[in-house]
């Protein structure tokens, strides 16, 4: 199976700030590679897909990198609305696999 | 608009049963594969199991091989996952989530429905 580790695990930020989220493949997935968000007592919510694909009506704020085994999700500027837990998944093995997540908190 | 909501959740005794559904609106359902993801509590996502738009191919995790079969009934706009022999490690949301695109199977998820919960305790 494919092993999909995020880091930071969590993170504080102001609104305003830029931050990345980075994820690591155990083994090259190409670009096969999307996030999610999730706020909490929600359903997760696609926001990149292909690596760096942004998912129609999701502000241009988010963008996504990478390809093989490392992999970036960059929010430009954040808002109050960004503050969730987000989520790799690579598409390129079955079994799907998801990052542990990275939950981004108000500093 | 497409909906997605499911339903069957509930307490479950280790060893026992449990069949969930997953109705669909708002789109040709036949046409697109589902999915299956699951959160325990407090926990991460976790693929569960995929079948594809026409029925004929089905995949599973593997903590769910063998134990969780995956159907569904194009007629009704309807995903199943039957769950058996179901263990405390199962006790999670369950969400279904629709493949994006038309007959095809890219194995990214969107949307999901709102989850329903299971928990197996005695």
């Known amino acids: 199976d494919i092993q999909m580790t995020q880091s930071p695990s969590s993170l504080s930020a102001f609104v305003g700030d830029r931050l990345t989220i980075t994820c690591r493949a155990s083994q090259s997935i190409s670009r096969y590679l999307n996030w999610y968000q999730q706020k909490p007592g929600e359903a997760p919510k696609l926001l990149i897909y292909?690596?760096?694909s942004l998912q129609t009506g999701v502000p241009s704020r988010f963008s996504g990198s990478g390809s093989g085994t490392d992999f970036s999700l960059t929010i430009s500027s954040l808002q109050p609305e960004d503050f969730a837990t987000y989520y790799c998944q690579q598409t390129y093995g079955i079994p799907l696999t998801f990052g542990q997540g990275t939950k981004v908190e108000i500093k | 608009q497409v909906q997605l909501v499911e339903s069957g959740g509930g307490v479950v005794q280790p060893g026992g049963s449990l069949r969930l559904s997953c109705a669909a609106s708002?789109?040709?359902?036949?046409?697109?594969?589902m999915h299956w993801v699951r959160q325990a509590p407090g926990k991460g996502l976790e693929w569960v199991a995929l079948?594809?738009?026409?029925?004929?191919?089905?995949y599973y995790g593997d903590s769910v091989k063998g134990r969780f079969s995956i159907s569904r009934d194009n007629s009704k706009n309807t995903v199943y996952l039957q769950m058996n022999t179901l263990r405390a490690e199962d006790t999670a949301v369950y969400y279904c989530?629709?493949?994006?695109?038309?007959?095809?199977?890219?194995?990214?998820?969107?949307?999901w429905g709102q989850g329903t919960l299971v928990t197996v305790s005695s």
């Open positions: 292909g690596a760096s």
């Open positions: 079948i594809r738009y026409d029925g004929i191919d089905k």
């Open positions: 989530a629709k493949e994006p695109r038309w007959q095809q199977t890219v194995n990214w998820f969107d949307p």
């Open positions: 708002g789109f040709s359902f036949s046409s697109y594969g």
